[in-house]
């Protein structure tokens, strides 16, 4: 495979990246001059032409998206999607630390295209760093007349605020976001309405990711054209992948979405294979969310449709979680269920007690108290929850089931050896200790 030319991550390494000063020298703010010039719809013409499809996890056509703001609107808001709340992804992170102008130019543009007069960049409360490097990049922004009233002297004007959350991850989904920045508690809302026709402040309202935000401007600055050439024809332009786990390079790479999980761990110049003693069991590649690869299962190319042909839910966020042959799959399973327990919002009711009744059972069987029939009652109860069932306001019991689901299914001789090694005698005590 030849060797991918980097896009988004072009000026990370570079001495004062983050200055305005430094990005400028390096063609930044060159789309936005460009855009300035064009109308909104043919910007959204050649968003739509990039086929960019949205880097947060759903994978929505951002141009499509656009598309549905109503055309008699007098006022429309951008919000930016830098929550990054699915374990353990860090791609906006890495975009935001190393080129916050990049987002910005990618905001500007995006913000001019549906004619938004504010945007609110939504960061995870966590990223303290993070705040002070965007913030910082936002200020030099405004006293450059890049932001602000009449921006390089066009007739568009452009706020930009950013909004802190407070670490949940529900918040991920537009509409939880939406109340967050609304000053109430961060719950997803029932649609429709969809936020295009009331969003934040009941106004119409446009939610991207930071990543896919960051693509706008090499779209503009290069066209539609030369995006859509990159990658597979359903899964086009540059895509940021995060690893972690016992390999020799963790880190944040950028690839087409022709990839496969195979290359993103074994190629020197990404992952670089498995640290020395360890042996790959399984990999959770598109955050945890959407589901367990087993180590026969690797050459799953990384876009947007085959991860579906191995029983995934999707992309995702492209944040692959490796573990290897020491790792008790029993402990993997109740991680994943702890965490979806603590962070449904409870609006829903499967939801709720869904994922709290997985968490209870995946701790009985870690704990070695495990039964055959619990292995049973986690996949019905994983068939009855979620949005695609149509039984819940967001997808977040979609991505609480599908983990549970996948390492079920393909881990389960392993499981019910673990539990068949029980002594039935511990496990008895375990039970009383645990009621």
Partial sequence: MAKFEPIL??????????????YESRGGYQALRKALKMTPETITEEVKKANLRGRGGAGFPAGVKWGFLPKDRTRTLLCVNGDESEPPTFCNRVLMENDPHQLIEGTIISAFATQAQVAYIYLRVEFHEVFHIVQKAIDEAYAAGILGKNILGSDYSLDCYIHRGAGAYVCGEETGLIESIEGKRGQPRIKPPFPA??????????VNNVETLSCVPHIIERGGDWFSSIGPEHSTGPKLFSIS????????????MDITMRDLLEREDMGGGMLPGKKLKGVLPGGISMGVLTADELDMKMDFADPAKYGLLGLGTAAAVVFDESTDIRAVLRNVARFYASESCGQCTQCREGTAWMNKMATRIESGAGR???????????????????????????GATFPIETIVKKYRGELEAAIAAQSAEAAEQILQTMN
Avoid: H, Q, W
């Fill in 245 to 256: 786990g016992p390999v020799k390079n963790p880190g944040c790479y950028e690839a087409a």
């Fill in 9 to 22: 991550l072009k000026n990370r390494g570079v001495v004062n990246s983050t200055a305005l000063k430094v």
């Fill in 372 to 398: 055959n029939e619990d292995l049973d009652i986690l996949l019905e109860t994983a068939r009855n929850m979620g949005m695609m069932p149509g039984l819940s306001i967001c997808g977040l019991p979609d």
């Fill in 197 to 206: 026709i009331e969003g934040l402040f009941r106004l119409p309202t446009v």
